[in-house]
């Protein structure tokens, strides 16, 4: 057998070790808190759509972790893919019970808090939110995004799953728009750790939010979101369903989550669905 012809061992990329699910285990699944299972798979076409098929099964807190993930999807159907170990891929079940529905939109906005707050403690980078569910770190002075956030409802609950890339090198990024946290200089590109760091803060953010039954700004919610926007007080377009499109500076996010633009008319529009481009001079070049 020639080496091309050996099979792949799960240890071929020794930078890229798989997960230890026993110790992810011992750590996250602990009583009285939020994470109830948690199973990793070698490879999935989606783990937002595995568990969205298993939700009338499911108890919340499950948490279902790819090493791979052949079809991963974005909004608007964008697809996610990234060589196997390279990141984190992972969707979590949230039953929010008692939560007004209506208030259930601020879920995504609320994972990339968590995120946000526990990669600066665990990777040691620092990550801005691009409304509504876009993870930027900067590289080269440049903002990337090196993550992404997608929210939906399942079964009597919401599957929320987020793709981060961590080890990516350079040649491997699917966009020169992308990044991963070890081109942004993380002290730490350990899957487990930023793991653990991201569920432990989901499960203190989702604590938070449910205590004050959904309403964001009680809940110190909304305040932390705008604090770590990057969209604010910058000039958008924002690109709308119907293709239509709305340019204005971010000037807010409201209690419902949504951006509010101020338009060249002076007026302020909320927009709660759509895709933000950052403009940036005169010319609208794009950030």
């Not at 609320?110 to 620092?126: E, H, I, M, N, S």
């Not at 793709?163 to 590109?189: F, Y």
């Not at 971010?250 to 669905?273: C, E, M, N, Q």
Request: with cysteine.
């Amino acid at each position: 057998m020639t080496p091309s012809d050996a099979p792949q061992s799960r240890w071929s990329d020794l930078d890229r070790p798989p997960l230890n699910v026993p110790a992810l285990r011992r750590g996250l699944l602990v009583p009285g808190g939020l994470w109830t299972a948690l199973d990793v798979v070698a490879a999935t076409g989606s783990t937002n759509s595995d568990l969205a098929g298993r939700a009338a099964s499911l108890a919340e807190g499950t948490v279902l972790v790819a090493e791979e993930q052949t079809a991963g999807r974005g909004r608007l159907d964008r697809t996610w893919t990234a060589p196997a170990r390279s990141g984190l891929f992972f969707s979590v079940y949230l039953t929010p019970g008692p939560v007004p529905v209506q208030r259930w939109g601020w879920l995504p906005l609320l994972a990339g808090v968590a995120a946000a707050t526990g990669l600066a403690r665990a990777a040691g980078v620092d990550t801005a939110l691009k409304w509504p569910n876009d993870l930027l770190v900067t590289v080269d002075g440049e903002e990337r995004k090196t993550g992404g956030i997608l929210a939906e409802r399942a079964g009597d609950g919401v599957v929320i799953g987020i793709g981060l890339n961590v080890s990516l090198r350079a040649d491997e990024l699917p966009a020169p728009t992308a990044a991963s946290l070890a081109l942004a200089g993380a002290v730490s590109t350990d899957r487990e750790t930023l793991l653990r760091g991201v569920l432990r803060s989901l499960e203190h953010w989702y604590g938070q939010w449910r205590a004050a039954d959904g309403d964001a700004a009680a809940g110190g919610l909304q305040e932390a979101y705008a604090a770590g926007c990057a969209t604010l007080g910058r000039k958008v377009r924002a690109q709308l369903p119907g293709n239509r499109t709305l340019t204005g500076e971010a000037v807010a996010i409201d209690g419902d989550g949504r951006l509010v633009l101020s338009s060249d008319d002076g007026l302020r529009k909320p927009v709660s669905a759509g895709d933000i481009v950052h403009l940036r001079g005169a010319e609208g070049g794009l950030t």
